[in-house]
């Protein structure tokens, strides 16, 4: 897990070395490599040390052609790459991109992991800026008279081009707690879609793995593609932990799986909490949070992602995982995925599983937090991401939808939350193993006749009872309310907003 910053605009110069260090060096505190100038583009990287920590293999990395390459995140089968190329057990993820990229073998589809890199060939083209297939680590980008920057923080981009506020972006946040559309907050500053290479394209299509060809998979056949997929993220030198609360996702994985340590977060009176602490499990810390502990952290992310967040958790997850962090662990796993893959918004999927046609107005209603109003600028915006494609139902609509546009929107909250506390969140869950069988799972599979996931649920019934399967989760909201208390007619929703744009406006 990493900060990057890579640009060949001459505009940036060593004097700016303060700010990107400033808005980046949190994502990477193991090592900072400064303002480094290599064939025409400058390049910065700070690490946190995963895979091969005691090695001095820290970015950016100069290759033996000239080349260079600067990484953020895991690719976790390298090791079998490494010997399917070159006959070479490697032990760094780092080293073998590069020597993929700078070869000409690199396939980007088959890497399993999570990434996001530039590659810059040796006479100083850019070769590739690509990002994982579900958009777990982020990469944003700034255009600029013909030259290109980019970094793993809209806020770098922010800073270095004095940017303004995207106003479209302000409605998105308020529909759907993101820009779901603008790619950033900022004017000019676009992410790279996950799935995509700036330069080459497309190397995943979504769609049409959610092709409505559904097979009868078995529960065995998920339960080995689950366990593959928390191997391979366990693959580290650094120690793991596992984020827990009372929801089947991350019980799935602590049944599954083995680890060491278990984290859970909550407020005085929180029915997971409670509930965790009557299963007795060893090495399980739990954090009781307080009114002043979150408005602290809050002003803390707030100053140093400079732009709003998404949801209240983002807050009590980084406190959780500076605990995990005091304690040595580098790594914490987490249950993301599991409701996109296999259609866990219950309400919103029994409307698409049930429906005959797919009704855009329905859906809005169903997904947004505050809906847009018909006919307006975000809600023709948002209808065009539907334009020129073609589903084979509603159900897969609404699957689609959740896996390319909602699903990065957590992915990019546990990253910031958690590497605000030095430490790499994983989601085993969202892996494409567990992918590929999931998009053969029919409706009738997936859902009940209140409730999604029935696969997951059926997969942990013999480990916690059928009642913990299926028992509808009741969500437990921060009471925006109780924390701050200078609002006097505000709900939680209100103040969320207000709080959160007050760092752009």
């Given amino acids: 897990m990493c900060g990057i910053f890579v640009t060949n605009d001459p505009l940036i110069n060593q004097d700016m070395q303060e700010t990107i260090e400033k808005t980046l060096r949190f994502r990477g505190p193991d090592c900072s490599s400064g303002l480094i100038e290599h064939n025409g583009w400058k390049a910065y990287h700070s690490r946190l040390a995963i895979i091969d920590v005691e090695s001095g293999v820290n970015q950016p990395l100069i290759l033996d052609d000239g080349g260079l390459l600067v990484f953020n995140g895991e690719i976790l089968n390298f090791v079998e790459l490494g010997e399917k190329y070159f006959n070479t057990r490697y032990k760094s993820d780092t080293v073998l991109l590069g020597d993929l990229a700078q070869s000409g073998y690199l396939d980007l589809a088959e890497l399993d992991g999570f990434f996001a890199f530039i590659y810059i060939s040796p006479t100083g083209e850019l070769k590739h800026c690509a990002r994982d297939r579900f958009g777990v680590k982020p990469l944003f980008y700034h255009k600029r008279d013909g030259f290109i920057s980019f970094s793993s923080e809209p806020n770098t981009l922010k800073k270095l081009f ?227 494609l073609t589903f084979v139902s509603p159900f897969e609509t609404v699957r689609w939808f959740f896996i390319r546009y909602h699903m990065p929107i957590l992915f990019r909250r546990l990253d910031f939350s958690l590497m605000a506390a030095g430490i790499e969140g994983r989601e085993p869950i969202a892996n494409m193993h567990t992918f590929q069988l999931a998009a053969k799972m029919s409706p009738a599979a997936l859902m009940g006749q209140v409730l999604g996931k029935t696969p997951l649920r059926e997969l942990i019934s013999p480990y916690k009872g059928h009642d913990f399967a299926f028992e509808k989760k009741v969500g437990f909201p921060v009471d925006l309310t109780e924390i701050f208390d200078q609002y006097d007619d505000e709900n939680s929703y209100e103040i969320w907003f207000k709080e959160n744009l007050r760092i752009i406006k």
């Avoid at 790279?192 to 065995?220: M, R």
């Fill in 162 to 388: 004095n940017l303004s506020v995207n106003d479209h972006a302000i409605e998105e946040y308020r529909a759907v707690r993101a820009p779901i559309l603008s790619g950033s907050f900022f004017t000019g500053i676009d992410e790279v879609a996950p799935s995509t290479c700036l330069i080459n394209g497309e190397y995943f299509n979504l769609l049409a793995h959610l092709d409505g060809e559904y097979e009868n998979i078995d529960i065995a056949s998920l339960k080995v593609a689950m366990e593959k997929g928390i191997k391979t993220r366990q693959v580290s030198d650094a120690p793991i932990g596992l984020l827990l609360s009372r929801g089947i996702d991350s019980n799935l994985l602590k049944e599954l799986g083995e680890f060491d340590k278990y984290y859970t977060i909550g407020f005085r009176g929180d029915e997971d909490l409670e509930y965790l602490r009557e299963q007795n499990i060893d090495n399980l810390s739990i954090f009781e949070c307080d009114p002043e502990t979150y408005r602290a952290e809050f002003n803390h992310l707030l100053s140093l992602r400079g732009e709003p967040m998404s949801v209240p958790n983002e807050v009590l997850l980084s406190i959780i995982a500076k605990t995990a962090a005091a304690e040595g662990v580098k790594v914490l796993l987490s249950g993301e995925g599991a409701d996109e893959f296999f259609a866990g918004y219950d309400r919103i999927f029994k409307w698409a599983s049930d429906a005959s046609q797919f009704d855009f107005d329905v859906f809005l209603e169903m997904y947004c937090y505050i809906t847009p109003i018909k006919g307006s600028q975000l809600y023709v915006r948002m209808l065009s991401i539907f334009d020129g």
